[in-house]
């Protein structure tokens, strides 16, 4: 299918849009006050649905439990198109100092999924009350993002089923990016996500007799430098690889071997082959390390969701709608991909579709406990979704 922008259909209106835009300001402040994590999003999603239904959205709550879909249909159309906001936050202590900072202890919005929230309604909105389209726009609102569950869930309770999409978009705020700036990738967009859960069990001792001693510390040592080689020497260097060993346990006293140590690390990848090399390879170097002292190591891989891989076409199609709607220079020539990981993978696995990067700006990075959500992004980003909807669904 040629995705062709209609050049007025992607012109949305970014003077009335702006006209309203503080009340979005103001309710994204609302909802970094009070965070919700995973799956408890219950007061956000209250107010979403309320806000959609006052619109004229038919709504449906609660789907993963705490998710909801807006569908807006116009004209006699059967095309269909998915717009994704993330809702939940992060088990964070805030010290932003901000006068809207969360009154949650030990939880904050610190990724900005309240500004994507923010984002998609203001968009919602405007094309509610004065969108042009012709076919069925569904606003997505999904649950659990941080955790990796929330879409999943959803497409097992048969989203894309019950809410038919040709195409499916998300954004993602994004500090250390000029401000109000696009960014499009095109196929591999954001690492696949796996961890291991190392435990190296050797024969604990007094530290003055380690000859007595099978020593898991020097078992992890060895294995933590092994696994460094797998990124060197077993993935093809034109792929993208990381090996993080983030967390070492194993004893108390300084002069006491322990019985066991365990490590727990993340693996990352764009592509499929290199995904599969790195399960194979980080258990069977850790296990061959062990062996070589004579320890005995158990490797729990887990696998976490895979990489964002984006759609040529949509990507193009979404590329040249922010270049109409916001100009030319609101596109990046060239965007790196990134090696964090989203959930929307999943939805791009059963949808074609696209997910792309709003410059933050300068200012601390996404999960920092300083971080809050740049409001300047509301504006362009909802002038971006409203446009997109409209050329997306526009009659001609």
Known sequence: MSLLLPRTAA???????????????ALRRDLHRH??????????????ASLLAQWGYHVEAGIAGTGVVGTLQRGDGHRGLGLRADMDALPITERSGAAHASRRAGIMHACGHDG???????????????????GRLHVIFQPAEEVGAGARRMIGEGLFQRYPCDAVFALHNWPGVPEGRFGFVEGPAMAAIDQALIQIHGRGGHGAAPHETVDPVVVAAHAITALQTIVSRNVDPLDMAVVTVGAIQGGEASNVIPDSVALKLTARSYRPEARALLQRRIPALVQAQAESFGAVAEVEYRL?????????AETAFARGVAAEALGAAAVLAEFRPRTASEDFAFMLEACPGSYLFLGAGEGPPLHSPSYDFNDALILPGAIFW????????SPS
Do not use: C
């Not at 965070?35 to 979403?48: D, N, S, Y």
């Not at 994507?116 to 012709?134: E, K, N, Y």
């Open 11 to 25: 012109r949305a209106p970014a003077a009335r849009i702006a006209r309203g835009i503080e009340s979005f300001v």
């Open 35 to 48: 965070p919700e994590l995973a799956f408890q999003e219950h007061r956000t999603a209250a107010e979403i």
């Open 116 to 134: 994507h929230t923010a984002i998609l309604l203001a968009a919602a909105q405007d094309l509610a009350l004065h969108g042009r389209f012709d």
């Open 304 to 312: 976490g969701f895979p990489s964002v891989v984006n759609h040529v």
């Open 386 to 393: 409203s446009a997109l909807a409209q050329a997306f669904l």
